[in-house]
């Protein structure tokens, strides 16, 4: 029997369309997959043919394809949507939940955010150890994060309608964290599909509890990194995180180079082996931080292109797949070091 719920007063700040009862067995979980879709802003963009593609809708589409695929999992789907008050008075629930075990839908519902200014991610955290499944498995964890790029700082107005939010680097790396049930746990892989974080900085905030990050260090587009290659722990489940990483590198950038004309650059750093030079990243990027003439409203420049960037020292770990682009001052340039940083003012750069 399924339990269909609505609550619709006001003071709620959530409505459950969906929810399927407790099962008296166990479940077997043996992995979990967290998307959150930001789609509080423009994600409009033209594909090859000119049409116009709510960027984000498509990366629903695709979380909930794979979602039903995920027999041997439990996958979360966070769809943050704009939250305008009715007639300018009445609160709505604009925000969607998806939360499926083992393939099937067990909870549909709206919400929204009570707290206008509450910490990123903070409610959604909650709903996530509200619903989720409770297995005793050692399970695999995995959190996938699309919107615009998450900036180092401030991060005010990242949300169309919800301002006082704080989206940046420290909050969203605070915030992944509350969906670690214990201090134990780790994520297998996160995965940013975001303009430029691929960066020093956004590496040394995950380094402590991730294992895997897959990011583009420089624009990506208004494009989206493909996670359909989640399926290939149900077709080989001793597959490791950072082959599937790889996969959904492969498979984004080969889709990309029939699709833009613009530079393409993606990156999968394993942070175990990136901690091992820790110290020296975080030392290059204090130093470059002190620099009066970055442009932090630019979009990255490989950090290469850095005086003091060692190459060989950062190259460990990290794995880019990367294409220049077909025209400009840049066509020319054939590799990249896999880290984007903010470009220096020119001429003002004294190193």
Same mark, same amino acid.
């Given at each position: 029997?399924?339990?269909?719920?609505?609550?619709?007063?006001?003071?709620?700040?959530?409505? =459950?369309?969906?929810? =399927?009862?407790?099962?008296?067995?166990?479940?077997?979980?043996?992995?979990?997959?967290?998307?959150?879709?930001?789609?509080?802003? +423009?994600? @409009? #963009?033209?594909?090859?043919?000119?049409?116009p593609v709510q960027g984000n809708?498509?990366?629903?589409?695709?979380?909930?394809?794979?979602?039903?695929?995920?027999?041997?999992?439990?996958?979360?789907?966070?769809?943050?949507?704009?939250?305008?008050?009715?007639?300018?008075?009445?609160?709505?629930?604009?925000?969607?939940?998806?939360?499926?075990?083992?393939?099937?839908? /067990?909870?549909?519902?709206? #919400?929204?955010?009570?707290?206008?200014?509450? +910490?990123?991610?903070? /409610? =959604?955290?909650? @709903?996530?150890?509200?619903?989720? /499944? %409770?297995?005793?498995?050692?399970?695999? *964890?995995?959190?996938?994060?699309?919107?615009?790029?998450?900036?180092?700082?401030?991060?005010? *107005?990242?949300?169309?309608?919800?301002?006082?939010?704080?989206?940046?680097?420290?909050?969203?790396?605070?915030?992944?964290?509350?969906?670690?049930?214990?201090?134990?746990?780790?994520? +297998?892989?996160?995965?940013?599909?975001?303009?430029?974080?691929?960066?020093?900085?956004?590496?040394? %905030?995950?380094?402590?509890? /991730?294992? !895997?990050?897959?990011?583009?260090?420089?624009?990506?587009?208004l494009s989206h990194i493909d996670?359909?290659?989640?399926?290939?722990?149900?077709?080989?489940?001793? !597959?490791?995180?950072?082959?599937?990483? %790889?996969?959904?590198?492969?498979?984004?950038?080969?889709?990309?180079?029939? =699709?833009?004309?613009?530079?393409?650059?993606?990156?999968?750093?394993?942070?175990?082996?990136?901690?091992? #030079?820790?110290?020296?990243?975080?030392?290059?990027?204090?130093?470059?931080?002190?620099?009066?003439? @970055?442009? #932090?409203?630019?979009?990255?420049?490989?950090?290469?292109?850095?005086?003091?960037? *060692? +190459?060989?020292?950062?190259?460990?770990?990290?794995?880019?797949?990367?294409?220049?682009?077909?025209?400009?001052?840049?066509? @020319?340039?054939?590799?990249?070091?896999?880290?984007?940083?903010?470009?220096?003012?020119?001429?003002?750069?004294?190193l």
């Amino acid at each position: 029997m399924l339990i269909i719920g609505s609550f619709l007063s006001g003071c709620s700040t959530t409505s =459950e369309l969906f929810r =399927e009862p407790p099962k008296d067995e166990a479940v077997n979980v043996e992995y979990s997959v967290i998307y959150y879709i930001h789609a509080d802003a +423009d994600y @409009l #963009y033209h594909d090859a043919d000119g049409e116009p593609v709510q960027g984000n809708s498509q990366v629903l589409d695709t979380a909930l394809r794979v979602a039903t695929e995920a027999s041997s999992g439990q996958v979360f789907i966070f769809y943050q949507q704009s939250e305008k008050k009715f007639m300018g008075l009445f609160p709505r629930k604009k925000s969607k939940l998806y939360h499926f075990t083992n393939g099937e839908l /067990t909870t549909q519902l709206k #919400y929204r955010h009570s707290d206008k200014g509450e +910490d990123f991610l903070a /409610t =959604e955290a909650m @709903l996530y150890e509200q619903y989720r /499944t %409770h297995s005793g498995n050692d399970q695999r *964890n995995y959190f996938l994060y699309f919107g615009h790029e998450i900036p180092d700082d401030e991060g005010i *107005n990242y949300h169309r309608t919800l301002p006082d939010i704080a989206v940046n680097t420290r909050s969203f790396s605070e915030g992944i964290q509350k969906f670690l049930v214990t201090d134990e746990q780790r994520f +297998d892989l996160v995965v940013l599909s975001t303009c430029n974080n691929g960066t020093p900085v956004m590496a040394d %905030h995950l380094i402590p509890f /991730t294992d !895997i990050l897959l990011a583009s260090p420089q624009n990506l587009h208004l494009s989206h990194i493909d996670s359909k290659s989640l399926d290939l722990m149900e077709s080989d489940p001793g !597959i490791s995180s950072i082959q599937i990483a %790889h996969s959904m590198a492969d498979q984004t950038f080969q889709r990309m180079q029939n =699709e833009i004309q613009t530079a393409i650059t993606l990156t999968v750093y394993d942070l175990e082996m990136v901690q091992e #030079y820790k110290n020296l990243l975080y030392d290059f990027t204090s130093k470059y931080e002190a620099l009066d003439s @970055l442009q #932090y409203f630019s979009d990255n420049v490989d950090c290469n292109q850095v005086e003091f960037f *060692n +190459d060989q020292t950062f190259k460990k770990g990290v794995k880019t797949w990367y294409t220049p682009a077909r025209f400009g001052r840049r066509s @020319l340039t054939p590799s990249h070091s896999g880290w984007g940083c903010k470009p220096v003012i020119e001429n003002e750069q004294d190193l």
